[in-house]
């Protein structure tokens, strides 16, 4: 019964958090652009193959001329500002300390990731033995 009513909360967070997504991509869309006012010429490159999905090569070889994601949070992610970006996250798991606690939050898809499912695995655990005699 818990399975259930977990799959049925999972489905409306996602059908939440999509429809949010796609309101902000249309009032996106409505917002005449900088772009579209004075285009750029941009060199043609030419398109890789990282895939043999022809969709899936035509958004990769579009991110990639595109450069947004190079300046994605203000400053170009190089390997000098690692530690700034993962630095307090693997930090704890390199020194083995105990993760801080997450502080709850009103967001029903923030207490879904920030969730500490450690029991749950060690509970799955146990049942497998069960099952299997291992």
Known sequence: MKKKTTKKTIRQIVREEVAMAIH???DELK????SSQSPKEQPIQEKKNFSKNSVL???LNETATDGDWKTLGGGEFTSDRMN????GQYGDMMNKNTPQQVVPSSDPMSQ???KDYREVLKRTDEKQKQKYGK
């Open 84 to 87: 700034e970006l993962v630095g």
């Open 57 to 59: 090569n035509d958004v």
């Open 24 to 26: 902000e991509v249309i």
């Open 112 to 114: 879904f990731v920030n």
């Open 31 to 34: 917002k005449p652009s900088l």
